[in-house]
């Protein structure tokens, strides 16, 4: 009997010993400076906190992660499956080639035809993204030696399978390492694999908590994944100035991590960049579009209505935008189809436009009208000399007449100048429209009467060589072309 009760004594003492073993003892660091010694509880550990066997007293303890010493706390939740190890600083680096161009672009990669490159004239790169080629007429400096990670040189899945190459995985301790470098190197369904590989080895060097801990770990990360590359759609949309897309992938994204804090953060810094960006865009984009749109119509306009007159084309190229059947209107709702944005949004992004330096728009020989009354600029113009008493004065011919405003328009459209014509009523939208910044006008001498008003030539007469004086023909007196400043 006595036997029997030492026998039952040693197997309770075994038990106990198996139990201790099973539970890790440690001395846990307190961020307050105290020490709590006891044993981990491993399958009680959670995301949030620690779970401890004290020694004195055997009491289960609590303890919340942020309150352990920041070193400790992240070896514990990586030994206990809570975090995956990353690879050491380093372990990654390997000696690539960096390639500077002409702008300052800089790529790096590994060098991959230096036999060829110089005589194809052409350098490539591999990189993760996949082989960039760079002409060697741009290249500034390089190919340089230099250390960079092998991630930017190989995707995740090569990374994977050049680990796997060096050793065929075959015990517990294989799958477990090359599990944890393949979530180093983000391949993550592979870490996956091979975690549930250990599990099915039943290695107890690998309890099964730790492990589906990893696995539960690896699930979030793959999730996560998604939620990058759905963050990268949205870059690539903004990249590639697809503003209504980006909306699109955002308020999709936004429905789909509703409650992710971190996620929300780096959508909420999207979304704000994409407004920026949008804006940025439209302001330098719309202008320019607009001032083609209304030249484009005022040429359209001349050149189909064969009714329009001087008075018609005036009010259709100067009336404001809120006019319907204005050429200011008629723009903006052309260039607000066009760039997929509203009226108003054309508007608004016209308003913001830079206004650094000024247009010109011209007004050429159709100056006159816009300038000064031509009746008053006749009753200017030199009248021939008076001849001597009791001498008969010279015949000369009569000056020509001057075109009256309809009859210039009139002229132009029966030549079919529908340039000169587009060009005169631009310069009338940027005037009157209310739509530009007028500066002061910066006037062109014209070039026929050299700013006279009129043209002299001598006549011979029977009383002798005496100065013609004619009205110019190209400036009908305004003695100078209109050039009309804006922004």
């Not at 991959?112 to 960039?132: C, F, H, M, Q």
């Not at 998604?226 to 903004?238: S, V």
């Not at 189809?337 to 830079?354: H, K, M, N, Y």
Request: charged letters at 35%; hydrophobic letters at 40%; aromatic letters at 8%.
């Amino acid at each position: 009997m006595a036997t029997l009760g030492r026998i039952a004594c040693g197997l309770l003492l075994l038990a106990a010993l198996a139990a201790a073993q099973a539970e890790k003892l440690l001395v846990v660091e307190m961020t307050d400076g105290t020490r709590v010694a006891g044993r981990v509880i491993e399958e009680e550990c959670s995301d949030d906190a620690l779970v401890v066997r004290q020694l004195r007293g055997d009491a289960k303890r609590v303890i919340p992660w942020d309150q352990i010493k920041e070193e400790q706390a992240r070896q514990l939740r990586i030994e206990l499956g809570f975090e995956v190890v990353e690879t050491a600083p380093g372990a990654l680096l390997m000696d690539g080639h960096e390639i500077r161009n002409k702008v300052g672009n800089v790529f790096r990669g590994l060098w991959v035809n230096p036999k060829t490159a110089k005589s194809e004239g052409i350098y490539v790169l591999k990189t993760s993204d996949g082989d960039r080629r760079i002409r060697a007429t741009d290249i500034q400096s390089g190919p340089n030696v230099v250390e960079i990670s092998q991630l930017d040189v190989y995707t995740p899945r090569e990374l994977y399978e050049r680990k796997l190459g060096e050793k065929e995985p075959v015990t517990a301790e294989d799958h477990f390492r090359l599990a944890e470098f393949a979530v180093a190197v983000d391949a993550l369904e592979e870490a996956k694999s091979h975690y549930e590989q250990v599990l099915e080895l039943d290695d107890p060097k690998y309890t099964r908590e730790k492990i589906e801990r990893r696995l539960l770990r690896v699930q979030r990360l793959l999730e996560q994944t998604e939620a990058r590359d759905a963050l990268k759609e949205i870059q690539r949309a903004l990249f590639g100035n697809r503003y209504d897309r980006a909306g699109e992938l955002i308020q999709a994204f936004k429905e789909a991590y509703p409650d992710d804090e971190d996620l929300s953060r780096a959508v909420a810094e999207l979304e704000e960049k994409a407004a920026e960006e949008r804006q940025a865009y439209f302001v330098a984009k719309v202008p320019g579009r607009l001032r083609s749109a209304v030249k484009d119509l005022l040429e359209k306009k001349v050149r189909e209505d064969k009714e329009l007159n001087l008075r018609a084309a005036q009010d259709f190229a100067g009336s404001e935008p809120t006019a319907e059947e204005s050429a200011s209107k008629l723009a903006i709702d052309e260039v607000a189809a066009e760039l997929s944005i509203t009226p108003d949004e054309v508007l608004r992004f016209w308003g913001l436009r830079a206004k650094r330096s000024p247009y010109k728009a011209f007004y050429r020989d159709g100056t006159f009208i816009v300038i000064e009354n031509l009746e008053d600029a006749l009753a200017k113009a030199p009248k021939p000399p008076k001849p001597g008493k009791g001498k008969q004065a010279p015949q000369l011919p009569k000056p020509s007449k001057p075109m009256t405003p309809d009859e210039w328009w009139e002229n132009k459209v029966e030549q079919r100048k529908y340039i000169d014509l587009r060009d005169w009523l631009f310069a009338w939208w940027a005037e009157k429209s209310g739509m530009c910044e007028v500066l002061e006008p910066k006037d062109e001498t014209c070039t026929t009467c050299f700013g006279n008003g009129f043209t002299q030539r001598m006549i011979t007469t029977p009383q002798g060589a005496v100065p013609f004086f004619n009205r110019c023909q190209t400036c009908y007196m305004a003695k100078f072309f209109r050039v009309v400043r804006f922004k």
